[in-house]
Structures are given as structure tokens and as C-alpha cells.
């Protein structure tokens, strides 16, 4: 009987630092065996053989544990198919297929689609990409490929024709951008609403060009030009809220209704760390050191160190001992509008944005335009007008140019009539 691919650690290849290599281990009898080294290494001490995973005390020089578990992950399923896939075909070996190719997964991903009956089914390749992404970025970025994904299946659905690579050419694009912008039903609304913000239809063309770039690169399919695919984008126009607003908020009585609690804490926490919502509503024990906190962000995946504030250690710390409360963003931005409500922050704002060539103005209370984005832009927009350096509020923020910080924050204008409004103070009146 075939006995199970897992992962493994050897005392005997321990250096003498107390180091070893994970490796992967498949059985194929009792007697035939074959390791495939991971390139995972960390010392044998944090390694539990009981569970076959890595410790959660696992120093962070070694790594982070979340990403390693994750490469781990994807190897042992890789490993899986692999041998799923040998097992299929006739006179072929599994553990030499596997020790073959394992290590090359260009040969071993054409040699599988090439046996599929679908073997360029753009849908297939799209959860191959996504799959094959995995451990390389973060799950933030495969939930917009799986979005652009969606998009496609809709828009083959709308125009009721299939979706082929020979499908991708300038008229495919022009009719998709149309398509996006006008026609795609918007779900979770509570009234049928059609088309897309222009932002979200860039980054739906942008996941689309990698896409076929690397079914390209990996030569699945010939070369196509892409050149008239353009990632459009417009600058956001939204709002944030003033330290005065956040202190409302903060001291906001809320035990009539403390299912909202969690929510305001999160916000707020958001708002005093910059942090995206990923990120602040994830922070772990040994992310807190010294006062600081050193938070590997999930989006740049880069790691960045923060002053703990007093009122941020009093929510993380203090109140929910470093266990903040798991919650959906979906869930996060409902509640969060009705916290800034109870608030009394329901001042009318009029927010524009383009709807293709069309200038779109909505006018709501600005308890109404709040998400958890909110969090960063109110973070930027106060540090900026209270005369933080810029290069220190971009360390936190992300963002890679000043240009697209100023953009962002959209605080310029704030700072300008803030001046102007102090000289026109010290003139006399009418």
C-alpha cells in the first residue's frame, strides 16, 4: 500500500548549530522511498514531529513562520499532484517522475496541461497562476486575481461567446473596459448598481497583462502584444477624519451596543498605527517589542517598526491583551459607518469620481463614506498637517514616490486654506 507524502526532519543532517533542512518524504512501499529537499531550514528544536509543522516560538530571524508554513504547504500539494499525476499514466515511475521533476516546475506545469483534455482553457490557467502564486504573494493579491477571474467569467457570460488567448486583442479589450465600466452588476448591493470605479477596472487589467505575460514567459502561449491593454487609474477623492473626530470616536459611549465595541477599537487602532486593515487587525504578541511595533506588512511584505501610542496600547494591549478580534472587511465596513454615525460625524460631503467619460458627484453623510481604508488616509493626512517628515509617514505608508503620497492624502489643499485662513483671522473684520 502507498503510504503518504510528508514533511520530515533528519537528526542526522543537523549542522552544528542545531540547524537541519524540512525535506519532503514519499513512500511509495515500505520499502521505496525518495526526499526532496524544501529549502526550508530552521533549528531542529522548533520543529514539531507530532504535528509535522514548524513552532509557533520560532525566533523571526529564522523567518516568518506564516510564509514558511505557507511555502511548506504548496510543496507538499505540488509533491502530491506530482504523484497523482505519475500514477495516472502507464510505465511511469512515481518517484523517479517525481525526483525528475520536481525541482523544474516549468517542465513538470507544461507536461500536465499538455495531457489535459483543456490544455488551454484560460480559465484553468488563471487558477494554475493563482495557485502557483501562492507563498510568493500575499492572500490579499490572490483574492484580485481571483476577482479579475470573476470579471471574465461575467463578461463571457454577457456577451455569451467564449474566452479564448486568441480572444485577447485590442477589441477584446475595448469591449471589456466597456463592459466593467457600464454593465457589470455590482454585488452585495442592496439595489442593483452597474459598472466599476476606474481604479478597480486598472487593477482588473493590470492581474489580466501579468497573467498573459506569464503563460507567456512560461511559453504555454505565443507571444501576443499587449501594448494597447492600459491600466487606467484616477485620483481617489474620499475622505478622512480630523484627531478631533478620531477622539469622539474613541470616547464613544457604547454600552447600550457593545457588539459594535470591536469595530470602534479596530478603526481606531487602524487610525493611530497607518497600518491597512490586513495588517492592524492581525498584530501578533511578538510583533510588540520595546514599545515598538514591528509588523511585517501583507502587502509589500516588508517589515516596519511603529511607536506603540499610548491610546494604541491601551486597545491592543490593555484591553484585548494582544487579541484583537477577527472580523470580515465586509463585515468591518458595514459596522463601522454606524460607529462614526453614533458619533454625530454626519456633515454632508460630495465626493466625485468618473464613470468612463462622465463626471459622477454623490453627496452623502460622512459617516456613510467611511471603510477601513479610512484608517490609513486619516493616519497620513493628520501626521502630514501636524509636520511629520514626509519620508517618515511614507516608511509606514508604503507608498514608493512623494508624488503619490501628496496624491493620496490630498492634504496640500487642507494645508494651503488652513494658512489662508490664519491670515485672513488676523485681519479686522467687515
Not at 41 to 53: A, D, E, L, Q, V
Amino acid at each position: 500500500m502507498r503510504l503518504p507524502i510528508k514533511l520530515i526532519v533528519r537528526s542526522a543532517k543537523v549542522t552544528k548549530e542545531g540547524i537541519t533542512s524540512v525535506s519532503l518524504q514519499y513512500c511509495f512501499s515500505g520499502e521505496k522511498r525518495i526526499l526532496l529537499n524544501t529549502g526550508v531550514k530552521i533549528p531542529i528544536k522548533y520543529w514539531n514531529r507530532k504535528t509535522g509543522r514548524i513552532s509557533k516560538d520560532l525566533p523571526s530571524e529564522y523567518g516568518d513562520i506564516l510564509m514558511l508554513e505557507t511555502a511548506l504547504t504548496n510543496q507538499l500539494r505540488k509533491a502530491e499532484d506530482m504523484v497523482s499525476y505519475a500514477l495516472r499514466q502507464k510505465d511511469v515511475c512515481p518517484m523517479k517522475f517525481l525526483k525528475e521533476n520536481f525541482h523544474r516546475p516549468d517542465k513538470w506545469q507544461m507536461k500536465q496541461l499538455s495531457d489535459e483534455p483543456n490544455s488551454l482553457d484560460v480559465f484553468q490557467h488563471i487558477n494554475d497562476y493563482a495557485r502557483c502564486k501562492k507563498g510568493i504573494v500575499k492572500e490579499c493579491t490572490i483574492n484580485v486575481i481571483n476577482a479579475m477571474k470573476a470579471h471574465l467569467l461575467l463578461f463571457r457570460e454577457h456577451r455569451k461567446e467564449p474566452i479564448t488567448f486568441d480572444s485577447f486583442d485590442a477589441r477584446f479589450y475595448e469591449d471589456f473596459v466597456y463592459y466593467l465600466t457600464y454593465e457589470i452588476p455590482q454585488v452585495r448591493r442592496k439595489k442593483l448598481l452597474k459598472g466599476l470605479r476606474i481604479n478597480t477596472i486598472g487593477k482588473t487589467i493590470k492581474h489580466l497583462k501579468s497573467f498573459l505575460k506569464d503563460r507567456m514567459n512560461k511559453k504555454i502561449i505565443p507571444f501576443m502584444d499587449l501594448s494597447s491593454f492600459k491600466v487606467m487609474e484616477e485620483e481617489v477623492d474620499t475622505v478622512y477624519l480630523s484627531w478631533r473626530e478620531l477622539s469622539a470616536i474613541y470616547h464613544l459611549d457604547l454600552s447600550s451596543k457593545t457588539h459594535l465595541e470591536k469595530y470602534r477599537d479596530l478603526f481606531v487602532l487602524g487610525c493611530l498605527t497607518g497600518f491597512r486593515f490586513s495588517d492592524y487587525t492581525d498584530i501578533k504578541p511578538e510583533e510588540v517589542r520595546d514599545g515598538m511595533l514591528y509588523v511585517n506588512q501583507t502587502k509589500t511584505v516588508s517589515t516596519v517598526i511603529v511607536p506603540l501610542r499610548k491610546d494604541a496600547r491601551t486597545i491592543l494591549i490593555d484591553k484585548y491583551n494582544m487579541q484583537m478580534p477577527q472580523v470580515s472587511n465586509v463585515n468591518f465596513n458595514d459596522h463601522i459607518k454606524e460607529v462614526v454615525k453614533l458619533a454625530g460625524i454626519d456633515e454632508q460631503v460630495k465626493i466625485t469620481h468618473k464613470k468612463g467619460n462622465r463626471v459622477i458627484e454623490e453627496t452623502k453623510p460622512k459617516y456613510a463614506w467611511v471603510t477601513s481604508h479610512t484608517c490609513r488616509r486619516s493616519f497620513c493626512t493628520n501626521e502630514y498637517l501636524e509636520g511629520t517628515p514626509v519620508n517618515l509617514i511614507m516608511a509606514i505608508s508604503g507608498h514608493k514616490t512623494e508624488k503619490a503620497f501628496r496624491r493620496y492624502i490630498k492634504a496640500d489643499q487642507v494645508q494651503k486654506a488652513y494658512m489662508i485662513k490664519k491670515i485672513w483671522d488676523q485681519r479686522p473684520g467687515l
